[in-house]
């Protein structure tokens, strides 16, 4: 069965729709606000995206243990036609499918995170009012303050997703998201950081708690990435009721052929 590119959101949809959790990013990024910037692969039930829409193309492709096997074939397959240089994020074990053609320097091991326990927001106190674009230079001043190299997408603050929290008008804390879709009932968190002049004082937790009462409004599973090894962060989440639902790992991809010349 070869592999073949896949212009059906239906199709996708439903493919991606039986693990909504493991696949959340890219059930969001089959709505309009994405789906431009998208190229799509399938070989029988397994599918993987290539994402056009930052700066470094990113390959996903996740997989329950089950089914790594078969989705390891399809990135084989595809990989001829890949960009020269990516970013990937895979489930474990899938890299060496890629081994044969592109040379990987490791970005962490990651967890993917769920909002499983809803009733424990409610132990926290939230904060944080809705940013717009008029926001945009003191969201960018704090994220080259407190979060350099963050993966910010402007457009997402036409979302009226992203919140903040202010101390005499600065923007002290903010939380947002990097998929948002009421369509597929799905949000992804990202983007969240505390200035360091205001870190322990239990921010993150309220403008976190904030946002996911908000999105529990049009979504049904809201999720986030967050490293392994980023041991606060961890916390933070499972204190206002995400759990670890699957690990999945990061990488640089640069073509053999690219690397050697």
Do not use: I
Request: overall charge neutral; hydrophobic content about 50%.
């Amino acid at each position: 069965m070869p592999v073949r590119a896949e212009h059906d959101r239906g199709v996708l949809a439903r493919l991606l729709g039986r693990d909504p959790v493991l696949h959340a990013y890219q059930l969001g990024d089959l709505d309009d606000f994405f789906w431009p910037y998208t190229s799509w692969f399938r070989r029988g039930e397994q599918v993987a995206l290539l994402y056009h829409g930052v700066d470094l193309p990113t390959l996903l492709a996740f997989a329950a243990p089950a089914d790594t096997g078969a989705l390891a074939v399809l990135l084989a397959e595809v990989a001829p036609v890949l960009p020269a240089r990516l970013y990937a994020h895979l489930s474990p074990g899938l890299a060496d499918a890629l081994s044969g053609s592109f040379r990987l320097a490791s970005g962490g091991r990651h967890h993917r995170m769920a909002l499983t326990d809803p009733v424990r927001l409610g132990g926290v106190a939230p904060a944080g009012v809705v940013l717009g674009a008029a926001d945009l230079p003191q969201v960018r001043e704090l994220y080259a303050r407190a979060y350099p190299g963050n993966w910010f997408d402007e457009r997402m603050l036409q979302t009226g997703q992203y919140l903040g929290v202010r101390d005499g008008g600065a923007l002290v804390a903010v939380a947002g998201v990097h998929v948002f879709s009421p369509v597929y009932r799905v949000a992804a968190l990202g983007n969240v950081t505390t200035h360091p002049a205001w870190r322990g004082r239990g921010l993150g937790a309220s403008v976190v708690a904030a946002l996911c009462a908000r999105l529990r409004e049009t979504v049904e599973h809201v999720t986030l990435n967050v490293k392994a090894d980023n041991v606060a962060a961890v916390r933070l989440y499972e204190r206002v009721g995400f759990t670890r639902v699957a690990d999945y790992d990061e990488w640089t991809l640069t073509a053999l052929a690219a690397a050697a010349g």
